[in-house]
């Protein structure tokens, strides 16, 4: 099942996270009803965090992103896909 996750961070600390079942292409709206849960205002997408968010699955909202003020430092939004091939890096120091 694919979940989106929100986690609000402070001091490289998680304060709330939350999850929610979630297809691909739902994420703006599911993110909306998780926001509303954690009492947190919506951010403003830019075309920043929709190009991370399709090459990486996760972006990074900071205060900024924000028209209210808000009680984190950041705003991580991950989409957890359990039906892809787990990826990982072809570095060759990696290699044992």
């Not at 929100?6 to 304060?15: A, D, F, M, Q």
Request: proline share 7%.
């Amino acid at each position: 099942m694919n979940r989106l996750w929100v986690k609000s961070i402070k001091r490289h600390r998680i304060v709330k996270n939350s999850d929610a079942p979630c297809e691909w292409g739902e994420e703006q709206e599911i993110l909306r009803e998780i926001l509303h849960e954690m009492d947190y205002p919506c951010p403003m997408w830019l075309d920043k965090h929709l190009k991370e968010f399709e090459a990486f699955r996760r972006t990074v909202f900071k205060p900024e992103h924000f028209v209210e003020d808000v009680p984190f430092d950041e705003l991580e939004v991950v989409y957890l896909d359990d039906n892809t091939e787990k990826r990982y890096p072809r570095d060759p120091r990696n290699e044992f």
